[in-house]
């Protein structure tokens, strides 16, 4: 894979190998300006841009029918970085019928591009950034299999 690339895979009718470029390219730019107030680094301000993840996640045409609210709040989202850190976040978040958290798969930090290191995953509304995923590797979309992997009762 290109340098700074990501997958998008899961449950969709279109997998897809994206670049930051790519990202620039096929969606509007949103901004974002973000405080993180964590306990040991005290407040940093950061301005990131790039497009609303829902926007980039809904092009690969999750498995769900768009007009049943209850089917799209089923899947999750599990967003991995370079450096080994993930989040996870529910389709019912970024959906505008939902939580409509502008969430971002930024392609400029600060500035700065990211092109050669790769998208970040911008949670704006969490206040320490512990979701906020840097050199985004892959996004996984689809429904959790939890039960599946349960033990029956006994």
């Not at 790519?22 to 509007?28: I, K, T, Y």
């Not at 405080?35 to 040991?40: G, K, L, S």
């Not at 700065?112 to 985004?136: E, F, K, N």
């Amino acid at each position: 894979m290109p340098a700074g690339s990501f997958t998008l895979r899961g449950d969709v009718a279109r997998p897809a190998v994206l670049t930051v470029a790519d990202l620039r390219r096929g969606w509007e730019q949103h901004r974002a300006e973000v405080v993180f107030d964590c306990a040991t680094a005290g407040p940093q301000h950061h301005t990131f841009a790039g497009p609303l993840l829902r926007e980039v996640v809904a092009a690969a045409l999750p498995r769900f029918d768009p007009a049943r609210r209850k089917e799209r709040a089923r899947f999750l989202l599990a967003v991995n970085g370079g450096d080994g850190h993930h989040a996870l976040l529910s389709w019912a978040e970024i959906d505008a019928d939902f939580g409509d958290a502008p969430v971002l798969l930024a392609t400029r930090t600060d500035g700065r591009d990211l092109d050669g290191a790769g998208p970040q995953l911008v949670v704006p509304s969490d206040r320490c950034g512990a979701r906020y995923v840097s050199a985004v590797t892959g996004i996984w979309i689809g429904p959790p299999r939890l039960a599946e992997t349960l033990p029956a009762e006994a």
